[in-house]
Each structure stands twice: as C-alpha cells, then as structure tokens.
C-alpha cells in the first residue's frame, strides 16, 4: 500500500466497468489505465459507482480472477476503495444483502475496500457523503435524501446508482439501412423521479446508465454554482455493445472534495463499437487499423449475398465481430410491465432475472407444468418435408440481386442464363467422370453440350435433394451380440426429446447404434469388423436388420441370409425399388447413397457420432465443418461449377494472352513507325530549311545574271556605235570605276568578244 504522496481531498468516480466473458481483454485494458491514472493523480480514494460485474447469478472463473486482480491492483495505489452496488452487482432482484461480489472474498482487502449494500451516512476527509445503493423502488432513496436537513443536505455529496427521469440513455440511434447514417435523437429514460429530488444536495454521482452526462437544477442554473444540486452520470469507461455506439466521450471522474469540481478523464481504449459502409468494404476503401479488433457494423442497402461478401471481407480485416444482418421488421411486444413500468428502475436486460422469492415458486411450477406434459402415445410426428435446393431459382435469384453496371443492366437475363448453363454443365460433367473440355465460345452456344472422355452408363446425377425423414421403427434379427429378434418402435419405445440409453458394459447399447449405421450403409462405426463379423457367432446365420423412415421409405440389409443372402432391399410404402439394387454391391450402395443424401464418413460425422468422431467433429476447424455441411446437403455440385468456371477462364486467358501477343506486337510495330515518322518529319523539316535557303540565293543568282546580262547588253550596244576609247569611257563611267587596269581588262574582255562577232582579231588600245 504506497499513501506517502496522496492527497486524500482527491477522488476517482467510475462506474459500470461491467466484467464479463465477452471483450474480456479490453476490460482489463481499460482497468489497467485505471489503475495507472489513479496512481498519476495520487487521488486518495476511489469510488465505483456500481455494476462491477455483469451476470447476477454464475461468472466465469476467469471473469471473477480478472475483476479481484483489478480490485487487489486498485488498492494497492489508493488507500480507500467504495464499491456502491449496482444492480448487476445483486444475485438475484430485491435482495440486497446477497451479492455477486461476495464470490471474490472482498472482506480480505478490509479495510482498504468496502462494499456498501445498504443506506448510510458517513464522512470522508472532511466532506459529509450519503451512499444510496441500488434499489429497484427508489421510494426508500428518496426518503434518506429526505431527510437531511438543509444545512447538511448543502454540505453532502452523494454516490448512487440511480435511474432518473429524462436522463440519456442511449445517445445516439443510427439507422443501419442508409449510406450515410444521420445519428437521431437520443433516447431518454422514463421515470417518476426527477432531478429536482436532489436539489438539496451538493452534488450528485451516479452509476447505472453508460452515457456520461450532468443534468443541472433549473434553478441554479444562473447561478455562479452552476453545478450545485446536479447530478452526474459517470457512465461506462469504454464502450459495451451497439447501444453505445459514436458515443466516445467516456472515461472516469478527477473529483476535488474541497471545491467539488470534477474533470473527465478520457479512456483512450474506448473505441470497441464502429461502423462502415457496404461500398467501402465492396470498393476495398476499408483501412486495417480502423476495424481490427473491433466490433462492426455494416451500413447501406443489404441483402443476403452482400452482407456474406462484406462480412468475410471484414473477418479477413481481422474485426472481433459483425453485427447480424436480419431482414425483418421489427415487432411490439406486451406482456408484465411491473418490473419494467413507468418509475421502476429496473432495466430492460434484468426483466429475465427472477426475484428471490420467485426462484421458489419457478421450481414448483415446472414441476406442475412436466406433471400436465402429454403422454408419448398422443405425441405427433412434426411435419417433415423434404426440402429441394433449387440451384437455377438461386442463380436467378443473385443475378436480381447484384447491383449491375449500365453495361450490363439490361443484360441481366442473359447473365441468369449463363449462370443456369453453367450448373447445367456441371450437372452434365459430374455425371461423364472423365476430363472435359471446355470452350468458352462454345458454351455460351444455344447448341452447346459438355463432351468427355468417357460416356456415362450407370452413373447418376448428383442431386441436391435431403433426405428428410424421422425414424420410425428398427428391427435387429441375429446382429452382432443379439440373438434372435429385438423391436424397437421410435413412437412407443422412446419419448420425445434426448433420450439416454443405460445398462452394463456388454449390454448392447453400441449395438443399436451399429445396427442403425450398418444397416444404412454396410459398415460398423467400430473399426476392425468384417464383413461376416456382424452375424450373431451363436446362430451364424440369418442376420437381418430393417430400418423403417417416416416418409415410408425402407432399408433392410441381410447377411448370410438362408432366402436372402447378402442383399440390401429398398421400399417405398412394401414395394420394392428394384432400380437401386445392381449387380455389383458397390454400385447398389452408391444408389442408396443417393437417395439417403449423405454417405457413410459424413453420417457418422454428423448424425451419428462414435467416442473417435465425436472429438473429431468438436475439434474440426470452420473449413472442416463447412465441408460436412455441405456433404450432407449435396453441395458437391457446387465445387463442379467452380471448376467449370476455371475452365471457363483458364479458356478466356489463353485468347486474353493471344490477343496480348498481337496487340504487343502491333504496339511495337507502331513505336517504330512513330520514331521512322519523327525521322522523316525532322529531314523533311531540314530539306524544307535548305530549300529555302537554295530558293533565296537561285533568286539571288538570277537577279545578278539578270543585273550582268543588262550590263552585256549595254556595252554590246555602246561597243557597236562608239569607238574603243568611249567604250572603256562609258564603261568606267557606268561602273564607277576609278582604277585604268580594271577598266581596261573590262574593255579587253568586251573587246574580244565583240571581235568574235564582228571579226576583228586584234583589240584597239
């Protein structure tokens, strides 16, 4: 016990912690925190008010060590623990000195923990308290209150564990069907006691509704005490199932008994409820971390296939649990409302727990009630119907269902014909035992039909009909340890209900058992009997066992029968089904198989279940078990169309690849024609630039020929009518020049040509 830093004018208020099976290890969480927030503050003492535990009558060992391990924690850190009692605390209704508690030897923490079941006053470091623990009339609370005298009453805080009118039960009401949930109004309790009862009072704290809230006095409500005479709900630190849903604002008190304010401590394990949307979950939107470990809720429009797909997608997410779906309405129920009325505090979930005085009278009145039972001769056979699952109904059935694109919405009915063709085939293939071939192209032909390797000859179509049938009567002729003919009629012989079957090692209770199974399918349950191992050994002969159904069907196996032999007969209403027994005795159990819905490994793993396949059944995992299901329902048909479907595929991705391959191949081919274009276009581009530039200076060189050929043509005519010395004169006047050499190689040049035209060899100079 450590008090050396405490300070005793400080308390931690909590409440409705509720220890149970059920999220065990996030109660301890949160206790833990408790623990740890207590040492934090050094409070000085720590008040619960009420429902510690859950269940009034039988808890769990475990749930009981972890509830004492938190109390024995708890005291540790703090030198005064209270626990008021709550009506989850309480055995049984309206007894108030037998509680659940008692079963954790709380008095051996006295006196550091103290329960409190009755009403007292007391004092603690200085601060007047009044303790009221749960009374189911609240009459008598409201007369301790009472009758404290002003100046007292001013002076006292108050513990309880209360039901008061308008107080918020339920913060929050979500409607699962839409989208987008918009939480309602809150729901609030109904009751004849309202708050200005405990106006008097300092204030008020009180366990027994989860949702922490105040309800202030409307009185003081201008006043600078604002808080003076409220009452305040401490609430559940973590939320407890779907009622508390969004409501996350929960934790413990802080409270100074010196200036009675109070802080609320928020949990960070509170989150234990949440919810997501089916388009979330369908669109893969949903993160881990938001539902692992938690319980969900799935929002927007359900149905069954939806709610399927979406809750395994949120088991595979790791979630504690999905809320169940259930598509009906909901319906009002009346009956006794004395227990639950208008100003009873009660609530609902305790209206199944009788009272002390009544547990008395229960017993009494079931025994009148098995007194007045009916005989077993006026006992009627329920009305067995068998049941055939019509696999083409339901693939119509989940096409209507699936929410489909604007490309396929209005091919809906071609998608039911695709599915209906599918469990055709696989119909088909389950009856040839040989490898297929499919074609997706093919099967989606009018004309289509499932070819094999192998023909069917005697082979039956698996079907899906249950074999639903109540036994009627079994008669054992010369089986294993009985000798000669043993009766036994279902109606007469046994009661309706469980029935146990009693005698002495030897005295034949497996056999009836074995006769049942062997009967049915040619085997025993026990392992190491042969064939001829059935037949009594003091007759050796005329072993005969005969099970007759409800539905009028009949079963009777012979074993070295003197008229029989070893023949298994089928009846309908005593005729005789010659079309299931063949030549072959596998062959004609194969048919009984057939008809029975199940065979020998499913029945004794199911219906029948020996000391080996009884633990394998408890032990089996979920796939194991879903396995068996489905054996015994005729499902198997259902694993041939998922194999159908893979062929399906397998057949679409080989074209898929194909078409891959050549668009590859065309994506390539138009890479390269895309960088030959780029080629191009940059050559061309090029050319084009030297085109130009070629265009510019050919218009540049016939301008100068042009310029040079009218310069020839004026010295022709100047060197025709003019002598030599004005042709040199005009041309260097013509070209400016001023330079004689140049002039006259000009003129020389002229000169010579004009010679060549005129004859003249020699220039004049």
């Not at 987008?180 to 309202?194: M, W």
């Not at 539902?291 to 997608?313: E, S, W």
């Amino acid at each position: 016990m450590r008090t050396s830093s405490v300070r005793m004018g400080r308390w931690l208020l909590l409440s409705d912690l509720h220890f149970k099976h059920q999220d065990l290890d996030r109660i301890r969480q949160t206790g833990r925190w408790i623990v740890a927030e207590a040492e934090r503050n050094q409070v000085g003492r720590v008040v619960i008010c009420g429902d510690l535990l859950t269940s009034r009558t039988m808890q769990p060992t475990h749930v009981l060590s972890a509830c004492y391990r938190f109390i024995s924690n708890l005291s540790d850190v703090v030198p005064h623990l209270h626990i008021v009692l709550g009506n989850h605390d309480l055995a049984y209704r309206r007894d108030y000195q037998t509680t659940a508690l008692d079963a954790l030897n709380i008095q051996r923490l006295a006196p550091y923990v103290s329960v409190h079941n009755t009403i007292t006053r007391q004092e603690w470091d200085g601060r007047r308290v009044l303790l009221l623990p749960f009374r189911e009339e609240q009459s008598e609370l409201m007369k301790a209150v009472a009758a404290l005298c002003p100046n007292e009453a001013r002076e006292t805080v108050c513990f309880a564990h209360l039901a008061i009118n308008k107080a918020i039960t339920q913060r929050y009401v979500v409607n699962a069907d839409e989208e987008e949930p918009r939480p309602t109004n809150a729901i609030t309790y109904r009751g004849l006691i309202g708050p200005d009862r405990f106006a008097a009072l300092a204030r008020t704290f009180t366990g027994h509704f989860h949702s922490h809230q105040t309800i202030t006095q409307a009185k003081f409500c201008n006043d600078k005490d604002s808080l003076r005479g409220s009452i305040t709900y401490l609430g559940s630190p973590l939320q407890l199932n779907w009622a508390d849903l969004y409501d996350e604002r929960r934790g413990v008190i802080l409270f100074d008994s010196e200036t009675l304010e109070h802080k609320l401590l928020i949990n960070p394990h509170v989150v234990g409820y949440t919810t997501v949307t089916l388009q979330e979950l369908l669109s893969d939107e949903v993160d881990e971390g938001r539902v692992k470990d938690k319980h969900v809720m799935i929002l927007g429009k359900l149905n069954p296939f939806k709610y399927a797909t979406a809750r395994d997608r949120l088991l595979s997410l790791g979630v504690r649990g999905v809320r169940n779906w259930m598509p009906t309405n909901f319906t009002l129920r009346t009956g006794d409302l004395t227990s639950g009325g208008l100003g009873s505090s009660v609530p609902a979930s305790d209206t199944e727990v009788p009272s002390l005085e009544q547990s008395t009278q229960d017993k009494t009145r079931a025994v009148a009630i098995n007194d007045r039972m009916p005989d077993s001769t006026f006992y009627t056979e329920p009305d067995f119907k068998t049941c055939a699952l019509d696999l083409m109904a339901e693939a119509r059935e989940y096409v209507k269902s699936v929410d489909l694109g604007e490309s396929l919405v209005l091919r809906r009915d071609d998608l039911v014909q695709v599915g209906q063709r599918m469990i055709q085939t696989s119909y088909d293939i389950a009856d040839q035992y040989g490898e297929v071939s499919l074609g997706y192209e093919q099967f989606l032909e009018d004309s289509f039909q499932a070819t094999s390797s192998k023909t069917a000859t005697d082979s039956t179509r698996s079907s899906t009909n249950v074999f639903v049938a109540e036994p009627r009567s079994l008669t054992i002729t010369n089986f294993l340890g009985v000798k000669n003919i043993i009766n036994i009629n279902f109606r007469q012989d046994l009661t309706p209900g469980l029935t146990f079957l009693v005698g002495d090692n030897g005295s034949g209770k497996s056999t009836v058992m074995e006769a049942i199974v062997w009967c049915q399918f040619g085997r025993c349950i026990r392992a190491g009997l042969g064939v001829n191992d059935v037949v009594n050994d003091s007759t050796g002969k005329d072993c005969c066992v005969r099970l007759e159904f409800s539905n009028g069907y009949s079963i009777t196996r012979y074993r070295k029968h003197k008229i029989h032999g070893n023949r298994v007969v089928v009846s309908l209403h005593g005729n005789e089904q010659t079309q299931l027994e063949h030549a072959e005795m596998r062959t004609t159990q194969a048919a009984i198989n057939e008809l029975l819905g199940t065979d020998y490994e499913t029945y004794v793993r199911t219906v029948v279940l020996s000391d080996e396949s009884a633990a394998s059944f408890l032990s089996s995992t979920p796939t194991q078990r879903r396995n068996v299901i489905e054996t015994s329902l005729g499902l198997s048909i259902l694993d041939q169309c998922e194999e159908v479907m893979r062929q399906l595929l397998r057949d679409i991705g080989t074209d898929i690849d194909e078409v891959e391959k050549g668009l590859e191949g065309a994506v390539r081919t138009m890479e390269y024609t895309k960088r030959r274009l780029e080629d191009l276009t940059h050559t061309h581009a090029h050319l084009e630039a030297e085109a130009n530039k070629t265009s510019l200076a050919l218009e540049a060189a016939i301008q100068h020929h042009a310029a040079k050929k009218r310069l020839y043509q004026e010295h022709q005519t100047h060197f025709r009518y003019k002598s030599p010395q004005n042709v040199v004169d005009s041309s260097r006047q013509f070209l400016g020049l001023q330079e004689e050499n140049l002039a006259l190689e000009l003129n020389m040049a002229l000169y010579v040509h004009m010679s060549e035209l005129c004859g003249k060899t020699e220039p004049q100079k």
